[in-house]
Nanobody, 124 residues
Framework: QVQLVESGGGLVQSGGSLRLSCTIS???????IAWFRQAPGKEREGVSC????????YYADSVKGRFTISRDDGKNTIYLQMNSLKPEDTAVYYC??????????????????WGKGTLVTVSS
């Protein structure tokens, strides 16, 4: 069965950094994987997406220039490097697949597999 497991969340001060990992088992990294986040009282939103076929990366405007998505095919893992964190980045972060990076919200409604999430808290 397909499983996605996120890790790397935690408490960090404003301006700090964290690196999230999403390890996939039971399926290859194909065709694309996305990161989402959900803050308390808000809808889940797409943060970033990576296309495995050509390596293209996509970012929400709110994180562009601060977050970087990458992959390690050998480890079947997707990473989200988050720098210059702000209190408004506080949320539970999820990875999901299969994503459609080039459509609205990375095709959230069509995702078959989700991780359980990892909590990121940014203090001011």
């Amino acid at each position: 069965q397909v499983q996605l497991v996120e890790s790397g969340g935690g408490l960090v001060q404003s301006g700090g950094s964290l690196r999230l990992s999403c390890t996939i088992s039971g399926a290859p990294l194909d065709p694309a994987i996305a990161w989402f986040r959900q803050a308390p009282g808000k809808e889940r939103e797409g943060v970033s997406c990576i296309s495995v076929s050509d390596g293209s990366t996509y970012y929400a405007d709110s994180v562009k220039g601060r977050f970087t998505i990458s992959r390690d095919d050998g480890k079947n893992t997707i990473y989200l490097q988050m720098n210059s964190l702000k209190p408004e980045d506080t949320a539970v972060y999820y990875c999901a697949m299969p994503a459609l990076c080039y459509v609205s919200d990375y095709g959230r409604e069509g995702m078959d597999y989700w991780g359980k999430g990892t909590l990121v808290t940014v203090s001011s």
